[in-house]
């Protein structure tokens, strides 16, 4: 494995509980046990109607079964109103209660050179048991499926395909991918059956594409986003935008937190803020070097299925505009029903690249 997601540094935090470490490692053996063949997640296109295994129930009778995961005609109408609702559907940790934040001071401009305005751990406390999910579990087996430099072709064996695969299944089953798999199908953006969706999704998510001209397959998607990858010849890293990601790297004493970022103003994020924009320092395990991040935006506290289903119904359907960007706002509400606020504004910035006929997602993140 090429990128260790966390080994315990007594120093930074607590030990994670052993629960937790225990349902996750028996998510990831359990990985691809039913797989006898795993997918290889060639370019997929969307042709409507051209989807195979026609039998399947379409995805809202599907959703209409499970839970109230239908789209109405006003979201479908409405990009902001469907995304609310994936919001509304999705699983996250409380605020204050399930995690906790020490947000400290604003970062320095200069990152590597610069006062350190945040000298503790980002991440006060995080509920172990919240996230001993089966989906939490499966996204963790594959974070330390990649080459972090860029550049480095990627090698994706049989055991990584299997992990890719199992995470698929365990999320096309929750309420936010049902509710986005039906929103996209009947916009006839995405495949009406359950097997030719989840081959759609591991093309958008998980395909190698060359992230430099006339270099080698060497990322995807979901390495980019979810993982973090490091350019070499500037020491900068690219892409990590999740909280998972950034938090189990910070309890292994890779991640340093440098502060907040606030463009514009050093007003410090509320407690319950979903969204954060953030500076970290991160050491390269491999060779010690240090590579910086100035500036990462991540959503707090959501489950890999609901950002997997925001981003993934963003990039679909939101409007192209400059430099190829497709971008998304919809309101996050106040976790206090009785706060007059109606919540926070939330941009969804999503990049989305047409190779050989189909759809891969090159980059997704909030901004706020």
Partial sequence: RRSSPCREDPRRSPGINERLMASWAAIAAAAGADDDEPTTWAAVATAPGDDDDADESPPEAEAEASTDATPTAEELEDLALGLARVWALGAKLAPGTEYALDVQGYASRDVRRGPDYAPRPLFRHVDAEAVAQPTFGAFVALLDNYEREVGRKERVTRAEKAEESRFLDLVIETPPMRYAWAYLSAKRRAPSSKPAFKRYLGSLWFRLVASTRHGPPDSSGFEHVFVGEERSDTSAVTGCHNWLRLWLEERSGALDYRGYVAHGSRRRPAADQRALALAFAWRDAEDGSVDVKPTTTTLLGTSPEL??????????????????????????????????????????????????????????????
């Fill in 307 to 368: 950002e997997l289903a925001l981003y993934t119904m963003a990039a679909l359907c939101a409007e192209e505009g400059d430099h190829g960007k497709r971008v998304a706002t919809f309101v996050v509400p106040k976790e206090d029903d009785d706060d007059d606020d109606d919540g926070m504004r939330v941009r969804l910035n999503c990049v989305l690249w047409n190779v050989d006929g189909g759809h891969t997602i090159r980059t997704a993140y909030p901004s706020i």
